[in-house]
């Protein structure tokens, strides 16, 4: 129903900075919030940063300071401009969105399939 197509990833030495993008496409009624998580390998998935339903953001203590999350509420697209990279940064990112429909209170969440960000000491 739902796609959410990532790009920006890549590999980038230790202080350096990319910016991952987000598209949401698809059978969208509405977004009611949308956001990155990331993954390394043997981790839990964890947030980065998110836009919640009420527009605030929440960000992982670990980038705060160093990543911004913005969006395009137009185009469906949300942004991760992360600067000041560290090796532990390293993972895939996911982004994630949740999705409403017609039906009052009901909610979908959808992920999409990941962009390594590599981050070399």
């Known amino acids: 129903q739902v796609q959410l197509v990532e790009s920006g990833g890549g590999l980038v030495q230790a202080g350096g900075s990319l910016r991952l993008s987000c598209a949401a496409s698809?059978?969208?009624?509405?977004?009611?919030?949308m956001g990155w998580y990331r993954q390394a390998p043997g981790n839990q998935r964890e947030l980065v940063a998110t836009f919640t339903t009420g527009g605030s953001t929440n960000y992982a203590d670990s980038v705060k300071g160093r990543f911004t999350i913005s969006r395009d509420n137009a185009k469906n697209t949300v942004y991760l401009q992360m600067n000041s990279l560290k090796p532990e940064d390293t993972a895939v990112y996911y982004c994630?969105?949740?999705?409403?429909?017609?039906?009052?209170?009901?909610?979908?969440?959808?992920w999409g399939q990941g962009t390594q960000v590599t981050v070399s000491s």
């Open positions: 994630n969105a949740l999705v409403g429909d017609t039906t009052p209170f009901k909610q979908w969440e959808y």
């Open positions: 698809g059978n969208i009624f509405r977004i009611n919030a």
